[in-house]
């Protein structure tokens, strides 16, 4: 499993990886995360980088983080 392929509720139960969310992106909170649940998180940031919430180089430190955190 990796970022690209991890759900939404997944990332957010895992609390070292909903830290580097906080810490890295905390603009994603300010929006209702749970109605992205079932959401894979690569599906979820190339939306949110799209729209210019979270800054490409943001969204690619969280990503490398998440994926040092569950491997």
Known sequence: ????SLTVKELFDNEKTAAVV?????QLLKYPVKLFNKKSCGEIFDKVVKAGIVPL???KKVEAKVNEIIK
């Open 1 to 4: 499993m990796d970022f690209r």
């Open 22 to 26: 906080k810490d890295l992106a905390p």
């Open 57 to 59: 180089d943001v969204a």
